[in-house]
């Protein structure tokens, strides 16, 4: 072999790199037992990727509760305050009743009193 030949390369090839021994399949895919600075920086992200993702949907949730809470919260409230108002109308309602029982009284009397005033002349 001279100095300007070409390396042989043949023994760097794996036996399975093209073709599968025994079906004669081209496989698609290879199984690289290597493990690189790059594998671990994928890991490292992907690890880091979902306990951010989690902590996100933790934060999420508990707003949520939150919210869920004020909305039950503030419809008591607003339950309670319509019970006091209508409390209050009922009440208003039964004084502008008895206010005009005492109309109905008073027009009364003053019918009376101008039919018998009437016939005094």
Known sequence: MDDSDRAPLEHTKRSGDMRDGRTGVR???????????????????????ASMAYGTYREDRAQTHADIEQVKHDADRDREDVKAAFSDFRDDMKTMKADMSDVKQSLAVLKAQSASGGSRR
Do not use: C, E, N, Y
């Not at 698609?28 to 880091?48: E, H, K, M, N, Y």
């Open 27 to 49: 496989k698609l895919f290879r199984f690289d037992p290597t493990v690189s600075t790059g594998t671990l920086l994928q890991l490292g992200a992907i690890v880091i990727g």
